[in-house]
Nanobody, 117 residues
Framework: QVQVVESGGGLVQAGGSLRLSCAAS????????MGWYRQAPGKQRELVAT???????KYADSVKGRFTISGDNAKNTVTLQMNSLKPEDTAVYYC???????????WGKGTLVTVSS
C-alpha cells in the first residue's frame, strides 16, 4: 500500500516563502514522476510542478521563476520551495506520485497554503 504524505503548509505574508515536502512510502518504484498540484476554492485542481526520476522538471507558467521543485529518488521524496508568494497562490497543495510503466498514481491528502496580502 503506497502512502503519500505532505508537510510544510501554513500561513505566510505576500512576498514570503514556504517549503513543502512530500514522502512516498510502502512500495519501491523506479522511473516515476513526482509533483505538486493545487486547488483553490471554487477552482479545478491544477499542476504546479513535476519532476521525473531522471530529473526533468515542468512548471506552471504562473510559478516559473518563483517555485523550485527537487527530488530524491533514493528516498522517494520531493520538495517544493516557494518564494515570492502571492495571495493567488493560496490553495490546498497536493503531492502526486505517478508510476511510469503503467501510469498508476497516488495522491496525498493535501496541505493548505494561505498567503495573506
Amino acid at each position: 500500500q503506497v502512502q503519500v504524505v505532505e508537510s510544510g503548509g501554513g500561513l505566510v505574508q505576500a512576498g514570503g516563502s514556504l517549503r513543502l515536502s512530500c514522502a512516498a512510502s510502502g512500495s519501491p518504484f523506479s522511473l516515476h514522476t513526482m509533483g505538486w498540484y493545487r486547488q483553490a476554492p471554487g477552482k479545478q485542481r491544477e499542476l504546479v510542478a513535476t519532476i521525473t526520476s531522471g530529473g526533468s522538471t515542468k512548471y506552471a507558467d504562473s510559478v516559473k521563476g518563483r517555485f523550485t521543485i527537487s527530488g530524491d529518488n533514493a528516498k522517494n521524496t520531493v520538495t517544493l520551495q516557494m518564494n515570492s508568494l502571492k495571495p493567488e497562490d493560496t490553495a490546498v497543495y497536493y503531492c502526486n506520485v505517478k508510476r511510469a510503466f503503467d501510469g498508476t498514481d497516488w495522491w496525498g491528502k493535501g496541505t493548505l497554503v494561505t498567503v495573506s496580502s
